[in-house]
């Protein structure tokens, strides 16, 4: 008969408890004022800090779009910096499209 530690399988379970990392995507387009104020660099920031990947940049009709993909519980987080804004921000609009992942492995970037 083998006999197993408790502390050996408190170790392996917990491999098992934790549930995977989600990978989700989302398309954001944020209205309000939020160009000239220094939105793109807040969204590349809580990107970054979020480990959250993709891009930003200024739409020709005044909004911002982003396009982020990531851990569903850190996109969340990131959801919530984006509809706060930088301190000059006025946020009145998201909108939200879920979207397939790419599989971009890589960098959050202001175009």
């Not at 990131?78 to 879920?98: I, M, N, Q």
């Amino acid at each position: 008969m083998r006999q197993v530690s408790i502390a050996h399988c408190r170790v392996s379970l917990a491999r098992y408890d934790k549930p995977a990392f989600v990978i989700v995507a989302r398309r954001y387009v944020i209205g309000g004022r939020v160009q000239g104020v220094g939105f793109r660099y807040f969204t590349e920031a809580a990107a970054v800090r979020e480990g959250i990947l993709g891009w930003v940049r200024n739409m020709p009709d005044g909004r911002v779009e982003v396009s982020a993909e990531g851990d569903a519980d850190a996109l969340e987080r990131f959801e919530r910096s984006l509809r706060h804004g930088p301190p000059h921000a006025r946020v009145e609009r998201v909108d939200v499209d879920d979207m397939i992942p790419t599989g971009r492995e890589t960098g959050f970037n202001i175009r």
